[in-house]
């Protein structure tokens, strides 16, 4: 462990960039991205290969944000859309793992889980940075971004500064805000919500979600009295939440409420390669030999439940408030481990030394105002900063609602298609903390009615539309993490780390392709930023097909054809691929791709070389020879190269001419 942990350090010097100059002005870069956290991480991977240049600022000494800085490294994924870097990410995770015969799947009482030490997910993601080409990702840590250069209402720059208090100035064509909290939003003119208010007319009493100070627990021997929680102050008002949680004798998951220690510790169960005991999360037989956690269960705050007022939106607004309120999750996180070390009986367990958050520069007191001073040899070892669900949002030109991503778990997809889709979501609705009346945004038509009545893991996807990413008025800014313009109940879907990273890839397409062609975000040809995406593997049709998989060389035309509808599938499951086409099925297909009267009801059989001449009635500039086709052009067409052709037309008809 000690070999890889000192792998994972060494990656960080190969990224970390400097100011160019002692004056504060720095580098100009074609994308600076705000906050390095999983929708940070993503978009910088897509956009340097996308062919970007990249800065990517951090106020922390990680990467990787909600699953790494946050230690949420159990992945929210109901296996709906497992797509793009989110899939590259878990594949890396499996891949870690497996070459030491360490099971990653031992969390959330499931077998198909996902799950890694924080340290080895931010090891995955700085190589996934490092190696992304042929752009490049200059890394900044430990930058704390003070203000937006605008150029009227265009974001043109960031300015930032470090520990020492030395400021840097960056340039860049478009920037990125991907921070936890939408820090980045308020710098600009761009409005935003916060809690279920618009700025500038912010309510600081608007609920927004609890959040939750994780720690990453071990068992482990030797354990001295400065790893032995002494009692924090408030304990004993605690104690009766944590008795509701987990007790020594508590029911098996998926009994009733208290469970027991076996099932805690499977909830956000994390692997540990020096763990001898084969664990699989869907075998309960198995919990009991589990030796690493994350605490993210019974410690939310204020986690006064859905019927008392909870956090409000001056966590978001007032930074001394959201230090009070991170030195109370603090505080509960360690009256946890209290109760864990005494009534529970786990006096071999303590925060896990092997994670690195005492070696970064970071310091919990940073960022939370902690009265305990007993603890501190714990608190070296917390993660640097909260699990922190609901953010500001921007305003968009287009906002995602829970009634425009409503779905159906008999079809398992959304009820509605959204042609500028970017991203697909697969979470339901999950909301910590308040559900009183008026908590919600009236104005986007949303009621405590709208409120999930279940938890529910079979609702299927979702679509997250372009203009999601887009402020409705300024430019040079796009929103990734949980900033994108969505309702408060539609974020419960979308801020968990598999569509960050999916938001994100997508954000960091955009601003590739916006700084490639010289065009804002608002006027690129979403047909573009689509087929970028595609190229990234990244699903955006609700529909996927057994005989049509990620790796097949027609998908990226088969999502396109299903997402515009130019050409229907054999069923919910088959789109018929290899099958050849007749002429009115190409007619009707041309008709619907092009919006062009194409009539025949014939029924031969159409050869590749016949297609390219239909294509090129409309686009006579096409260039056929860059689609993957299947076979000699004088046979004849099947539907999946056919519907890739298509496409292709289709984007290059778009496409603008480069500013390099």
Not at 80 to 94: D, M
Not at 174 to 203: H, K, W
Not at 241 to 266: C, E, I, Q
Not at 395 to 424: F, M, W
Request: aromatic content about 8%.
């Amino acid at each position: 462990m000690r070999r890889f942990l000192a792998l994972c350090l060494a990656i960080i010097p190969i990224l970390a960039a400097h100011p160019a100059s002692a004056n504060g002005e720095g580098k100009a870069y074609d994308v600076i991205i705000v906050g390095a956290g999983s929708g940070g991480s993503a978009a910088a991977v897509q956009a340097a290969r996308s062919g970007a240049s990249v800065a990517l600022v951090e106020e922390t000494g990680w990467v990787g944000g909600q699953i790494t800085a946050a230690a949420v490294s159990t992945m929210d994924d109901v296996t709906h859309n497992r797509s793009g870097i989110y899939l590259e990410f878990i594949q890396r995770i499996r891949e870690s793992y497996d070459a030491t015969g360490t099971a990653s799947n031992i969390c959330y009482w499931a077998t198909d889980t996902i799950a890694a030490e924080p340290v080895v997910a931010e090891a995955i993601l700085l190589e996934m940075l490092s190696t992304a080409k042929p752009g490049k990702v200059d890394l900044y840590l430990h930058q704390e971004v003070i203000k937006a250069v605008m150029d009227g209402n265009r974001v043109k720059g960031v300015s930032f500064r470090d520990q020492n208090g030395v400021e840097t100035t960056l340039k860049g064509q478009v920037t990125i805000d991907a921070t936890e909290c939408g820090d980045f939003i308020p710098l600009t003119p761009a409005r935003y919500r916060s809690g279920n208010s618009v700025s500038p007319n912010i309510n600081l009493d608007g609920e927004i979600q609890d959040i939750t100070w994780v720690a990453v627990i071990r068992e482990q021997s030797n354990i001295g009295p400065e790893l032995t929680a002494k009692e924090p102050e408030g304990y004993r008002r605690d104690v009766g939440r944590f008795r509701k949680v987990v007790r020594l004798d508590g029911s098996t998951w998926p009994g009733n409420y208290p469970f027991d220690v076996p099932s805690f510790k499977a909830y956000r169960g994390l692997p540990d390669r020096e763990n001898p005991h084969p664990i699989d999360g869907g075998d309960s037989e198995t919990w009991k030999w589990i030796t690493r956690t994350g605490l993210n269960w019974g410690n939310d705050v204020p986690g006064n439940g859905g019927d008392h007022t909870g956090l409000t939106a001056r966590y978001l607004e007032d930074r001394d408030y959201r230090r009070l309120i991170n030195g109370e999750a603090v505080n509960r996180t360690l009256r946890l481990i209290h109760y864990i070390q005494t009534e529970l009986g786990m006096t071999d367990w303590t925060v896990d030394l092997s994670q690195g958050y005492d070696g970064r520069g970071d310091s919990v007191r940073e960022r939370a105002i902690v009265l305990d001073d007993g603890n501190d040899g714990l608190l070296a070892h917390f993660p640097p900063i909260p699990y922190v669900r609901e953010s500001r949002r921007i305003v968009g030109i287009e906002t995602l609602t829970a009634k425009s991503s409503a779905r159906s778990p008999q079809l398992g997809r959304a009820l509605v298609n959204r042609t500028n889709s970017i991203a697909l979501g697969e979470y339901p609705m999950d909301i910590h903390g308040s559900r009183l009346r008026g908590s919600l945004e009236s104005y986007l038509n949303e009621t405590i009615e709208d409120y999930p009545h279940q938890w529910r893991s079979d609702e299927g996807v979702f679509q997250v539309p372009y203009g999601t990413l887009i402020p409705e008025k300024v430019d040079g800014l796009l929103a990734a993490e949980k900033n994108l313009s969505v309702s408060r109940l539609a974020n419960g879907a979308t801020r968990l780390q598999p569509i960050t990273l999916l938001t994100g890839q997508a954000a960091g397409a955009t601003a590739a392709l916006s700084a490639r062609y010289g065009l804002q975000p608002r006027d690129l040809p979403v047909i573009l930023v689509q087929d970028e995406i595609l190229k990234g593997r990244s699903r955006i049709s609700l529909f996927s097909f057994h005989d049509v998989g990620l790796d097949h060389r027609h998908w990226r035309g088969v999502q396109a054809a299903t997402l515009y509808g130019f050409l229907e599938p054999m069923s919910p499951k088959m789109f018929g691929a290899i099958l050849p086409m007749e002429e009115f099925q190409v007619m009707d297909m041309l008709a619907k791709a092009f919006g062009k009267n194409y009539r025949s009801e014939g029924t031969n059989f159409v050869s590749r070389s016949e297609l390219v001449r239909l294509i090129k009635v409309n686009f006579p500039d096409w260039d056929e020879t860059k689609t993957p086709w299947d076979g000699p052009m004088d046979t004849m067409v099947y539907r999946g190269e056919a519907v890739t052709a298509v496409w292709d037309s289709i984007v290059q008809s778009v496409t603008p001419s480069p500013l390099r």
